[in-house]
T-cell receptor, first 112, second 115 residues
Framework: GQSLEQPSEVTAVEGAIVQINCTYQTSGFYGLSWYQQHDGGAPTFLSYNALDGLEETGRFSSFLSRSDSYGYLLLQELQMKDSASYFCAVQGIKAAGNKLTFGGGTRVLVKP | ETGVTQTPRHLVMGMTNKKSLKCEQHLGHNAMYWYKQSAKKPLELMFVYNFKEQTENNSVPSRFSPECPNSSHLFLHLHTLQPEDSALYLC??????????????FGPGTRLTVT
């Protein structure tokens, strides 16, 4: 099976940098995804790491280390609109159910 | 707008009622999903349809019954629900390439309250 752990909440000020860690246990996966969900909204896709290393998309970057069963999402130059919940998810291989399994989500609160 | 619509957005039903949730995707995707999102719990996958065939039933009680008449539409039929079924029900779709489909597009969800 698959399980993912991430912190429940992080608070930071505008302009700061926040790193959301995700540790996982999996019986086989293609890659690690990150989703953002604002209160009352739908989860939206942010990034995907199939290979180890850093993927950068504007102010957001995502990292994966398969050997450490660990990844993170880095939010830079925080803005008020970044206040949301962020979920990591593993895309399991066929033998592991071939589905996305989500972590519990990290609520990020950005303060002025 | 993600290209995935859900109706209704809010639903209140009694435990003896029968209702249906509807999802439609306009993205040309070939896989659709139902998720349940409860407070302080991870998103729980309920059902998966690949090419209109159900490929996953994640130990969901029979009071939830999915239907996928074509690759653009997905329904979740509800009957004799329990108060603990109150949650946000999210529909998603994706483009399945082989076994891989890592980017899912979610609808806005139906907020269900069972009284």
């Amino acid at each position: 099976g698959q399980s993912l752990e991430q912190p429940s909440e992080v608070t930071a000020v505008e302009g700061a940098i926040v790193q959301i860690n995700c540790t996982y246990q999996t019986s086989g996966f293609y890659g690690l995804s990150w989703y953002q969900q604002h209160d009352g909204g739908a989860p939206t896709f942010l990034s995907y790491n199939a290979l180890d290393g850093l993927e950068e998309t504007g102010r957001f970057s995502s990292f994966l280390s398969r050997s450490d069963s660990y990844g993170y999402l880095l939010l830079q130059e925080l803005q008020m609109k970044d206040s949301a919940s962020y979920f990591c998810a593993v895309q399991g291989i066929k033998a592991a159910g071939n589905k996305l399994t989500f972590g519990g989500g990290t609520r990020v609160l950005v303060k002025p | 707008e993600t290209g995935v619509t859900q109706t209704p957005r809010h639903l209140v039903m009694g435990m003896t009622n029968k209702k249906s949730l509807k999802c439609e995707q306009h993205l040309g995707h070939n896989a659709m999903y139902w998720y349940k999102q409860s407070a302080k719990k991870p998103l729980e996958l309920m059902f998966v349809y690949n090419f209109k065939e159900q490929t996953e039933n994640n130990s969901v009680p029979s009071r939830f019954s999915p239907e996928c008449p074509n690759s653009s539409h997905l329904f979740l039929h509800l009957h004799t629900l329990q108060p603990e079924d109150s949650a946000l029900y999210l529909c998603a779709s994706s483009l399945l390439e082989g076994d891989l489909s890592y980017e899912q597009y979610f609808g806005p969800g139906t907020r269900l309250t069972v009284t």
